[in-house]
């Protein structure tokens, strides 16, 4: 594992299928939410669809079609609509951010009232298939129902109600910052200190970090972990091989 390169800039890689189930108000999709620290990039690969965005300027509605690539900032609520087989390839900004807990859903506020009920809200718990996937749509429209009170305030009322948003949601991670901070330091800091290292290093005239290249490659995984968005196929670096198929660690458990 320590021979593994990071993805480049030490992001993190994932495709997504989004969800086809109907929602409260008509549309199709998945669960609205919020980065607080990465910035986040859809490249559609297939299909059509939207990207609605809620962000003290107001609700957003950016069209996806295969080819497209839009991204948002930390802080950008946003929410995928399906409107005919969306599947979208995600960078993400800061590898093992997001699954340390970088996201928060927009769930009506007695539901980010503290950790637990938060946990509570969130959690698909075990059981099968059908069971968990009953559950990760009660929650999307749990996290929809939150999405519209937010849209209405921010377009007809005082926006307060996202601010106030801001400041649960940043409440909630706390007891996570430093997990966070230790990740970031691995991989996205790691990444960019290496990049000057080896500027520095060619302007001495040392080639040395060039003989030290590596390819690295992760075969296609399965597209079904339950995703806020939809369905998801996540490229964990623990599984890459190198450039001939060989070596490797063992996966990371789901």
Not at 87 to 111: C, K, R, S
Request: hydrophobic share 40%; aromatic share 6%.
């Amino acid at each position: 594992m320590s021979d593994t390169p990071l993805l480049p800039a030490g992001v993190g890689m994932s495709r997504l299928r989004v969800y086809p189930w109907q929602t409260r108000d008509h549309l199709h999709g998945g669960s609205p939410h919020m980065h607080l620290t990465c910035t986040e990039c859809y490249a559609v690969l297939g299909g059509r669809g939207e990207l609605h965005t809620l962000t003290a300027d107001g609700l957003s509605r950016v069209p996806l079609a295969a080819g497209d690539a839009v991204w948002f900032t930390p802080g950008t609520i946003h929410r995928a609509v399906n409107v005919e087989d969306l599947n979208v390839q995600v960078i993400m900004e800061n590898d093992g951010l997001p699954e340390a807990g970088d996201a928060v859903m927009t769930f009506p506020p007695e539901h980010l009232a503290d950790p637990e009920a938060y946990a509570a809200a969130a959690s698909l718990g075990d059981g099968l298939p059908a069971e968990r996937q009953d559950r990760a749509r009660a929650r999307r429209d749990l996290a929809v129902q939150g999405f519209e009170r937010l849209v209405a305030d921010v377009e007809h009322g005082s926006g307060e109600l996202l601010q106030e948003f801001y400041r649960t949601a940043a409440a909630l991670v706390a007891g996570r910052l430093d997990t966070w901070e230790a990740s970031w330091r691995a991989k996205a800091l790691a990444a960019a200190e290496a990049t000057g290292e080896q500027i520095a290093a060619l302007r001495r005239g040392d080639v040395s970090h060039l003989g030290r290249a590596r390819v690295a490659r992760i075969g296609a995984p399965e597209q079904d972990t339950l995703g806020m968005c939809g369905f998801l196929a996540v490229y964990p670096r623990e599984r890459a091989l190198d450039g001939r198929g060989e070596g490797g660690a063992s996966p990371r458990s789901a």
